[in-house]
């Protein structure tokens, strides 16, 4: 299959803690997304990271790249109730004409 | 910020009627998509379109499916009979592919298509 693996399919918290969800894939990649959907509603686009990039940070969120493991995690820190959301990594092989393939995500339900 | 525009929102359509799904990609984006989403399932690729042509389509984007940018700013999806089993939300997407191939799509917030 080529699109990333998430894990864990779902994920509960309180209100301040830290939330990790990883990411596996198969083959080399160009780089790798991470995408957020709220109940019923759009994607939203995070954060990208380059093959090249190990780490990457962009407000509460933090995206690690290990292209060895060929895994990658996604940290939000101190978590708040609007991040509940279902979050998906996207893998570009940078073979396709871009359509890009999503996982079943991550369901993250963060409890006030 | 800019913004990927659909509407509508909702939509509620009888079998076997033409539905067209409107989209307004991003206004310097050359890279245009649609996905879908049956409820509870996967996002699930559509069809790709760029220089006025289709790029890549997906085995559900069938005959029965097709796109058009008919100005310089819309970008749509017509269903040519609907069946019940196209009831899901339909996103489309733009990006603008960099030098380096870098991919960003910025989705729209969706039309959620009934049939009936």
């Known amino acids: 299959s080529q699109q990333g693996e998430e894990d864990p399919q779902a994920l509960s918290i309180q209100e301040g803690e830290n939330a990790t969800m990883n990411c596996s894939y198969k083959?080399?990649?160009?780089?790798l997304q991470w995408y957020r959907q709220n109940s019923g509603r759009g994607l939203v686009h995070l954060i990208l990271?380059?093959?090249?990039?190990r780490e990457k940070h962009s407000g509460r969120l933090r995206v690690t790249l290990d292209t060895s493991k060929k895994s990658s995690s996604l940290l939000i820190t101190a978590s708040r109730a609007a991040d509940t959301a279902s979050y998906f990594c996207v893998v570009d092989y940078g073979g396709s004409q871009g359509n890009l393939i999503f996982g079943k995500g991550t369901k993250l339900s963060v409890k006030p | 910020e800019p913004e990927v525009t659909q509407t509508p929102s909702h939509q509620v359509t009888q079998m076997g009627q033409e539905v067209i799904l409107r989209c307004v990609p991003i206004s310097n984006h050359l890279y245009f998509y649609w996905y879908r989403q049956i409820l509870g399932q996967k996002v699930e690729f559509l069809v790709s379109f760029y220089n006025n042509e289709i790029s890549e389509k997906s085995e559900i984007f069938d005959d029965q499916f097709s796109v058009e940018r008919p100005d310089g700013s819309n970008f749509t999806l017509k269903i040519r009979s609907t069946k019940l089993e196209d009831s899901a939300m339909y996103f489309c997407a733009s990006s603008q592919r960099t030098s380096g191939g870098i991919n960003e799509q910025f989705f729209g917030p969706g039309t959620r298509l009934t049939v009936l």
């Open positions: 990271i380059r093959s090249n990039e």
């Open positions: 083959t080399s990649i160009n780089n």
